[in-house]
Nanobody, 114 residues
Framework: QVQLAESGGGLAQAGESLRLTCTASENVFDFNYMGWYRQVPGDRQLVATINVGGVTNYDDSVKGRFTISRDGASNTVYLQMTSLKSEDTAVYYC?????????WGQGTQVTVSS
């Protein structure tokens, strides 16, 4: 069973930065893609993904502010968040997809105060 463990959430002021970490129990290159999503009332939104080839994709709301990256040696995917805004407040989840199966972490809360 794949396990994903997120960390790095917390409280930040608007304009500050946070880095989220997702550590997988398996090699990150074994997944079709990995990514970060955030839960807002009624919806779980894509934030950023990185596929096995290293191609990244971002929601328009975070382009230029957030950066997704990975480290194969530590089986870790990061989300560097800069210029945080109050609307970035959410629970952030790490996701990994392999074949047609999605794996999710338990989530980490990010709260941005203005």
């Amino acid at each position: 069973q794949v396990q994903l463990a997120e960390s790095g959430g917390g409280l930040a002021q608007a304009g500050e930065s946070l880095r989220l970490t997702c550590t997988a129990s398996e090699n990150v290159f074994d997944f079709n893609y990995m990514g970060w999503y955030r839960q807002v009332p009624g919806d779980r939104q894509l934030v950023a993904t990185i596929n096995v080839g290293g191609v990244t994709n971002y929601d328009d709301s975070v382009k230029g502010r957030f950066t997704i990256s990975r480290d194969g040696a530590s089986n870790t995917v990061y989300l560097q968040m800069t210029s945080l805004k109050s609307e970035d407040t959410a629970v952030y989840y790490c996701k990994a997809r392999r074949a047609r199966t999605d794996y999710w972490g338990q989530g980490t809360q990010v709260t941005v105060s203005s």
